[in-house]
């Protein structure tokens, strides 16, 4: 049974940082894509980073880049989110993905299909 469990949220101030973890059970963060999403009230899930294709190359949505950072710990089986200069419109819910396998296209990267686990979320408000 695969298990994510996102930390790191909270209520953060324009402008600030926080950084987000993902810990799994059940599952290897070492080869495999994976990523995190976003979901404000009212709106789509949408993938803003992701550790894609065997190479392992990083993709970031364009409202995400230069200012968010996907890394993986294998040694910790850890993924994580640092997310900087915060602006209103970051406020959502973050989750953590997985995939079963690693995909050899960027295609799935930040495209909800590509993942088989999920994590329960974890809330950030920006003031």
């Known amino acids: 049974h695969v298990q994510l469990v996102e930390s790191g949220g909270g209520s953060v101030e324009a402008g600030g940082s926080l950084k987000h973890s993902c810990a799994a059970s059940?599952?290897?963060?070492?080869?495999?894509?994976v990523g995190w999403f976003r979901q404000a009230p009212g709106d789509e899930r949408e993938g803003v980073a992701g550790?894609?294709?065997?190479?392992?190359?990083?993709y970031y949505a364009d409202s995400a880049k230069g200012r968010f950072t996907i890394s993986r710990d294998p040694d910790k089986n850890m993924i994580y989110l640092q997310i900087n200069n915060l602006k209103p419109e970051d406020a959502a819910m973050y989750y953590c993905?997985?995939?079963?396998?690693?995909?050899?296209?960027?295609?799935?990267?930040?495209?909800?299909?590509?993942?088989?686990?999920w994590g329960q979320g974890t809330q950030v408000t920006v003031s």
């Open positions: 059940g599952y290897m963060f070492n080869n495999n894509q």
């Open positions: 550790i894609c294709t065997s190479a392992g190359t990083t």
């Open positions: 993905a997985a995939a079963s396998t690693v995909h050899e296209t960027s295609w799935w990267c930040l495209r909800k299909g590509g993942y088989n686990y």
